[in-house]
């Protein structure tokens, strides 16, 4: 990781940041989101939030939300990516002797930077709405989502330069999300569904993922909680970089 | 600047179960000196971009070797990608940026600083003709203009050795005779090599020293213009006739001094009103043809003299017509243009698996 890759990544990075910036309709929606989330569904847990083995719904959904954005957000990253295929953006990039890696982790650095900020406004606005979480277990959950976040991402970049088209790429994410949404317990605790279910989806790294940061943001994680969650988001990170590279260095991209 | 040895470059497409190798190019071997320019004719599909994509190190190849601008393009595409300068037929910036920025990005990626670029870019911006478009978006700007953005995006960096594809393709008439004229500067002005891709013949002619034909995969000539167009036998003479009788009189008498079939290219033949046929050295020999016309009493309408174009000499070489094997090389464009894809559905399947 030498000073000359940093600076390969900034400049994509910055790019990026210009293009998305120009374009706020997108910031604007991707700042409602949590906003919508927390205010609409929020309220529909409390009542039931005794059942779900929690004392505080805030402190049991905003977690769960937090990993839905990290995940969701990032899955689309790879649509822009398509268009700028198209233009020959890629193939201008390819062609200058920048690390292939560098192309990908500067678009990854936008992808991050946007979840940050709707992690921070989501968080605030927990707190607000009466989250009880320790600052130290908010910034741990935080940070795995960005671990979580930024793997989705690469894949999804890995994907776009796979497909090269919308119209394939998005069925692809489809199937791949369902399984994720519902083994993952994020929107309910996977404890509460029968023994088979419960044993099933343990076969999901999300799911570990989803119950670090939950267990962080409640104030109580274990040990064992917490490294399944951190070794998850740091595997999936790994492989998802390194697929997303591969795809930028391949003949074709 | 360039030395290749049997460049291959193999795709492999799927229809159904059947899967099919295809050899894009097949054994190119091309040699490039310091200050060239060199054009690479050829229809469309016959491997001239694959070529250029294995050049510029975009694209590993299959077999064979090259190097360009002093390094190896499989060992060390780093050096090779800082040594030159590549103008994409696709275009190279997002349409929804400005285009200094895409400019300056391009010319940071190569190591230098943001003040260099961006000296170098607004130099570079008016000697293309494109004062005052700094902040316009690509997609705000004409064909022409676009095209001569692309061309500053390759030269940000100030190459040895700069890859045109395609670089006309798709422009108006006026546009095109300007861009030609930017093209030729680039060594006039800066001293660099030029490789540039096209399958107009006019193109070819007009701004390269020297031209190489690829044909379905493999080089089937590389000289200068002038000397290509002499190994087509004869100039082309067309003769108009107005009387059906006295046209019999002129083919016997031009069938007697023109060169026979071969090649490819016909004899002496009767198309409505004009009688054509080669001949060597038409301006030495037309004297004699016409007197012995007169002498017969056939009255003439019209004299044509072709000299042979680069169109003759294609047709010379494969036994078919530029123009012909646009049309009817469609299965080869079809293979290359899907030979592009087969991997993506090999890994689409893989993904959904």
């Known amino acids: 990781m030498t000073a000359t890759f940093w600076r390969e990544s900034w400049i994509i990075c910055r790019r990026q940041l210009r293009t998305a910036l120009r374009n706020p309709a997108w910031v604007l929606i991707g700042i409602f989101q949590p906003i919508l989330y927390l205010f609409l569904f929020g309220p529909l847990l409390k009542p039931l939030v005794a059942q779900l083995g929690a004392t505080n719904a805030y402190t049991f959904f905003v977690p769960g939300m937090l990993v839905q954005l990290g995940i969701f957000g990032a899955f689309f990253a790879g649509f822009s990516l398509i268009g700028e295929w198209r233009e020959g953006v890629i193939e201008a990039e390819r062609v200058t002797p920048a690390s292939r890696t560098a192309l990908l982790v500067g678009r990854l650095g936008r992808d991050l930077l946007q979840l940050l900020v709707q992690a921070l406004i989501l968080v605030g606005l927990g707190w607000v709405l009466g989250m009880q979480a320790p600052l130290s277990g908010a910034v741990l959950g935080v940070l795995l989502t960005l671990a979580i976040g930024g793997a989705c991402a690469a894949a999804s970049n890995a994907l776009a330069l796979t497909t090269k088209s919308e119209d394939v790429m998005a069925p692809v994410v489809n199937v791949v999300m369902m399984p994720v949404l519902l083994l993952s317990g994020i929107l309910l605790p996977m404890t509460i569904g029968p023994p088979w279910l419960v044993e099933f989806s343990k076969f999901m790294p999300v799911r570990h993922i989803v119950d670090a940061v939950r267990s962080a943001f409640a104030g109580h994680a274990s040990l064992d909680t917490m490294f399944w969650g951190s070794a998850w988001a740091a595997l999936l990170l790994l492989a998802a970089v390194w697929w997303g590279t591969a795809t930028f260095r391949k003949e074709n991209a | ?353």
Do not use: C
């Not at chain 2, 001949?279 to 020999?285: D, E, H, L, S, Y």
């Open chain 2, 1 to 353: 600047m360039i030395h290749a040895r049997g460049l291959v470059q193999t795709f492999h497409t799927r229809q159904g179960k059947k899967k099919t190798e295809v050899r894009a190019v097949d054994g190119v071997d091309l040699d490039v000196a310091e200050g060239e320019v060199v054009g690479f004719l050829g229809p469309n599909g016959a491997g001239k971009t694959t070529t250029l994509r294995m050049l510029t190190t975009l694209i590993t190849p299959t077999a064979g070797t090259a190097t360009v601008a002093g390094h190896d393009i499989v060992r060390e595409p780093v050096e090779v990608r800082k040594r030159i300068g590549y103008v994409s037929q696709s275009g190279s910036t997002f349409s929804s940026a400005r285009a200094g920025e895409e400019v300056m990005d391009h010319g940071m990626l190569y190591g230098r600083t943001q003040a260099q670029v961006e000296k170098r870019g607004k130099e570079l911006f008016a000697e293309l003709q494109l004062d005052g478009l700094w902040e316009r978006m690509p997609k705000n700007m004409s064909g022409g203009q676009k095209r001569r953005l692309d061309i500053v995006m390759g030269l940000i960096h100030d190459p040895t050795l700069v890859f045109l594809d395609e670089p006309t393709t798709g422009l108006d008439p006026q546009a095109r005779a300007n861009l030609w004229t930017h093209i030729a500067d680039l060594r006039t002005r800066r001293g660099a090599t030029v490789f540039i891709t096209t399958h107009y013949l006019d193109e070819a002619d007009a701004l390269s020293d020297r031209i190489v034909i690829i044909d379905r995969g493999r080089i089937v000539a590389a000289d200068t213009s002038e000397n290509l167009k002499a190994q087509v036998s004869g100039d082309l003479v067309s003769l108009e006739v107005a009387d059906p009788a006295a046209r019999t009189t002129v083919a016997e008498k031009l069938g007697s001094i023109a060169e026979p079939p071969r090649h490819g290219l016909p004899g002496v033949e009767i198309d409505g009103v004009h009688v054509r046929g080669r001949i060597q050295r038409a301006g030495r020999a037309l004297p004699g043809l016409l007197s012995s016309l007169h002498d017969a009493g056939v009255v003439l309408d019209a004299i044509e003299v072709h000299r042979p174009t680069l169109d003759d000499v294609f047709l010379t070489l494969t036994g078919r017509s530029l123009r012909d094997a646009e049309g009817g090389g469609e299965d080869g464009e079809a293979a290359a243009q899907t030979g592009a894809h087969p991997t993506t559905t090999d890994d689409m399947t893989g993904a959904l698996r």
